[in-house]
């Protein structure tokens, strides 16, 4: 059984006969779905971030039409998402966020290449609101959070790491609009 992105040991074993990073010779099989394209190790260029449908992630490294490496992150069980990508702590190198899917458990992994450097859970925010983007809001060089909430409510967490140094709501959509 996978573990949680927060650390938590959900118990049982990892699944050993599973792959263990997308086949990066060939063609990939639809097990596996990009989850995010960022540069996780400040090198100018972005990795390709994976996720399989058993939850395993795993990146690929890339110079150009090249695939130069493969890394696997390990198994999140799969009631977490993950939710984008972000320099959370203004380092260089893009970080992954996450969220429960039962409690809304917000957990960032602050990423050196395919290594995760730590990872921290931020907050809960319940079940009612979703990850609407990832972006620097306010100027600062760390990536900040957009909430959307079931009922339209946008809000904003500015962060600085696992830190939320601000949040406000900005504003309320009806969900005919779709952020993309
Ligand atoms: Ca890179
Ligand atoms: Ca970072
Ligand atoms: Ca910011």
Known sequence: MPGGADGSDTGGSENAGAVHVPNHGGAVDNTWTISGVADFDGD???E????HNDGLVATWATDGASITGAGNLGYVGT?????GTGDFNDDGRADILWVH??????????????T???????????????????????GDGNADILWRNDNGALAV?????FTVTGSGVVGSVDSNWTII
């Open 157 to 161: 967490w500015t962060m600085n790491g």
């Open 116 to 138: 995760i450097a730590a990872s921290g859970l931020v907050a809960s925010v319940g079940p009612s609101w979703h990850v609407a983007n990832v972006g620097d809001y306010n």
């Open 48 to 51: 390709i971030l994976w996720r």
């Open 44 to 46: 100018g260029r972005d």
């Open 79 to 83: 009631d977490w998402t993950l939710a």
């Open 101 to 114: 899917d039962g409690d809304g458990a917000t957990v960032i992994w602050e990423m050196n290449g395919s």
